[in-house]
């Protein structure tokens, strides 16, 4: 799997926009990126994922460069539920039984 | 149900105890997956389980020992563990070979600590 940098922590405040980056510069032509979060003292809650096509869900929404290399993922109006670890992984969609891999991730604390 | 459910959901044991963490899911999925959790580190995997075979032993000490009696259950033993074993497990379930339309899913987790 490509390897991802993210920010160490991002603040944001309640009721805003919430978009955290993702560099993913050797990632390849057949893997995606997926958002991954996790709050306090919980297991990891999987977000979204995309190709190349920017995604929407109930959720969040994922804005993929052009070129590939990097993506955001938006929290359209975060709350103080938001504040967590977020994490950005890449790889094969439906790769197989091979496990997660993951990088530090970004805290998000959102400001009341 | 989609649901991962791990019990316990806290374990104190010492390092002479043998005891043993459960996940379980009811959602089809034919993968399962074991994660160690340091305080403010990331998961890292422990052992995969497809169709019911243990596929990925990530160099975990012996001390651990995983099982998968069936498509819905999986087990960590524990035997003479190591304070610096203490931290949160975390299981998961995917559907291994098919489209991960909604990734992984995680159980909550067993705090685990070793005195």
């Known amino acids: 799997d490509a390897k991802t940098t993210q920010p160490t922590s991002m603040d944001c405040a309640e009721g805003r926009a919430a978009n955290l980056p993702c560099n993913h510069s050797?990632?390849?032509?057949?893997?995606?990126v997926y958002w991954y979060r996790q709050i306090h003292s919980q297991g990891p809650q999987y977000i979204i994922h995309g190709l190349k096509n920017n995604e929407t869900n109930e959720m969040a929404s994922l804005i993929i460069t052009e070129d590939r290399k990097s993506s955001t993922l938006i929290l359209p109006h975060a709350t103080l539920r938001d504040t967590a670890v977020y994490y950005c992984i890449v790889r094969v969609e439906g790769g197989g039984a091979d496990g997660l891999t993951f990088g530090k991730g970004t805290h998000l604390i959102i400001q009341p | 149900d989609t649901e991962v459910t791990q019990t316990p959901k806290h374990l104190v044991m010492g390092m002479t105890n043998k005891k043993s963490l459960k996940c379980e899911q009811h959602m089809g999925h034919r993968a399962m997956y074991w994660y160690k959790q340091k305080a403010k580190k990331p998961p890292e995997l422990m052992f995969v389980y497809s169709y019911e075979k243990l596929s990925i032993n990530e160099s975990v000490p012996s001390r651990f020992s995983p099982e998968c009696p069936n498509s819905s259950l999986l087990n960590l033993h524990l035997h003479a563990l190591q304070p610096e074993d203490s931290a949160l497990y975390l299981c998961?379930?995917?559907?291994?070979?098919?489209?991960?339309?909604?990734?992984?899913?995680f159980g909550s987790g067993t705090r685990l600590t070793v005195v």
């Open positions: 050797t990632i390849s032509g057949n893997e995606y």
């Open positions: 998961a379930s995917s559907p291994s070979g098919t489209r991960e339309r909604y990734g992984y899913t």
